[in-house]
């Protein structure tokens, strides 16, 4: 099965309601207007999510948040529910992302309970993977990531409710990235680790993201790369001109 291509735009802890409201307009504008051969979803934060809805009616982009609890309601004080997601409009979620991982310690068995939570209410998940500079340095990358898609990816996980993002930690923000040839090393060893746990056929499906200091003069050569299925955007996400570029450098399938 061919794997269509998703152009995501994680828009981080960024936008206040006119800033967030411009930019989910032009998106919009931007995908009426063009005929393009990729999804788009974008991830605005919690407070933005009703107002982007709005904004991006009638275009085909998707909606995300960047995280969510996995219980379904209750004493959880300044957590947002699957449901509640769900509720809104979202179709996606990401969870994982290394910045949660470092700034609020989530560990790999806490993603894989979120992820099946998520799934439980149908949304489909963006589960983030990674290495650290020194993890690299050390010739560690493949094993770092591997551990995880065996640490959060749960039994459940199919082509439909799974999307892996690649994001190296050393490149998110930086401007730096690793090589296209590493990239794809990655890619190819992180769709074997989800072979192996989820059987060849859906691995083959499952759409495996690069993100990591993704612009439009470095996305061609990233998104025609053979396991890369898309890309998880930050920084130029926040530009609709160069959110709009990169999807322009997309193949139709892979
Ligand atoms: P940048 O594109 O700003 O490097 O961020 C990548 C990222 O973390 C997306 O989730």
């Not at 190819?188 to 499906?205: F, I, M, N, P, Q």
Request: proline fraction near 4%; charged fraction near 25%.
């Amino acid at each position: 099965m061919a794997r269509k291509m998703l152009i995501a735009g994680n828009w981080k802890m960024n936008c206040l309601t006119a800033d967030g409201t411009t930019l989910a307009k032009e998106i919009a504008r931007q995908v009426k207007e063009n005929k393009f051969d990729c999804e788009f979803l974008v991830c605005p934060p919690f407070t933005l999510l009703a107002m982007v809805k709005k904004c991006l009616r009638g275009a085909k982009v998707a909606l995300g948040a960047q995280d969510v609890h996995f219980a379904d309601k209750g004493a959880h004080t300044g957590d947002i529910s699957p449901y509640m997601l769900a509720d809104l409009g979202c179709k996606y979620v990401i969870i994982g992302h290394s910045e949660r991982r470092t700034d609020h310690g989530e560990s790999n068995e806490l993603i894989e309970k979120k992820v099946v939570a998520a799934h439980n209410v149908g949304l489909t998940t963006v589960i983030c993977i990674g290495e650290t500079l020194e993890e690299r340095e050390n010739g560690r990358t493949i094993q770092v990531c591997q551990n995880e898609i065996f640490g959060s990816v749960p039994e459940d996980a199919t082509a439909k409710n799974t999307v892996i993002a690649y994001e190296p930690i050393w490149a998110i923000g930086t401007g730096k990235t690793p090589t296209a040839a590493d990239v794809e090393e990655v890619h190819a060893a992180v769709r074997k680790a989800l072979a192996k746990k989820l059987g060849r056929s859906t691995a083959e499906k499952i759409r495996i993201l690069y993100g990591g200091s993704v612009k439009p003069s470095n996305a061609k050569e990233f998104l025609a790369l053979p396991d890369v299925d898309g890309a998880l955007i930050g920084g130029a996400s926040l530009k609709a001109d160069d959110f709009i570029e990169i999807a322009k450098n997309a193949p139709k399938l892979k």
